[in-house]
């Protein structure tokens, strides 16, 4: 079954990276994997996705191991203003659905 | 967020009456997906849809049952609402496999 794990809860220091880890060992060859963060109770926001390299963006970077079976979300210069809900998600093979876990609870310290 | 709305918002009905919430795209995108998210639970996947008159089960759909009868509009609908189903109800769209999702802001529906 398709399936992420995510620690629960993390803590960053305001100004420094923010490094959240995910698990998707069972993620086929040719699917994505996808971060979203969810402020309060608003709708999740996505931020970024890859296949196989790294990706970069202005939110965030995304590191995927060579096996590709876990990846790391960095926020290079974390704010207050990232204390949020962050999952990672991919598609379960053959089908449509993407299954989010329960994420990681990110709390930047001022 | 723009291109996607759900309604209402808000809403408190009573257990055993039916209740219908709406998603609403101005995307034209393929996919449409129903989340509900309770507190321990993170995000879990209630039906989903792959086009016109096509959709299919998620990880909890027992209880809802979903229609979509033009590409903007996908319905869920509780056919016999249940306090068990009190919960946060989240839409979102798609244009297929490499992009992300655009979620919609959320109803918050109670079951008394």
């Known amino acids: 079954d398709a399936k992420t794990t995510q620690p629960p809860s993390m803590d960053c220091a305001e100004g420094r990276a923010a490094n959240l880890p995910c698990n998707h060992s069972t993620i086929s060859g040719n699917e994505y994997v996808y971060w979203y963060r969810q402020i309060h109770s608003q709708g999740p926001q996505y931020i970024i996705h890859?296949?196989?390299n790294n990706e970069t963006n202005e939110m965030a970077s995304l590191i995927i191991t060579e096996d590709r079976k876990s990846s790391t979300l960095i926020l290079p210069h974390a704010t207050l203003r990232d204390t949020a809900v962050y999952y990672c998600?991919?598609?379960?093979?053959?089908?449509?659905?993407?299954?989010f876990g329960t994420g990681t609870r990110l709390k930047v310290l001022a | 967020d723009a291109g996607i709305t759900q309604s209402p918002r808000h809403k408190v009905t009573e257990t055993g009456t039916p209740v219908t919430l709406r998603c609403h795209q101005t995307?034209?995108?393929?996919?449409m997906y129903w989340y509900r998210q309770d507190p321990g639970h993170g995000l879990r996947l209630i039906h989903y849809s792959y086009g016109v008159k096509d959709t299919d089960k998620g990880e909890v759909s027992d209880g809802y049952s979903v229609s979509r009868s033009k590409t903007e509009d996908f319905l869920l609908t509780l056919e016999s609402a249940t306090s068990s189903q009190t919960s946060v109800y989240f839409c979102?769209?798609?244009?297929?496999?490499?992009?992300?999702?655009?979620f919609g802001s959320g109803t918050r529906l109670t079951i008394v």
């Open positions: 979102a769209i798609s244009p297929g496999t490499g992009f992300g999702y655009t």
């Open positions: 890859g296949l196989k």
């Open positions: 995307e034209n995108h393929r996919y």
């Open positions: 998600t991919f598609q379960a093979s053959g089908t449509y659905k993407y299954i």
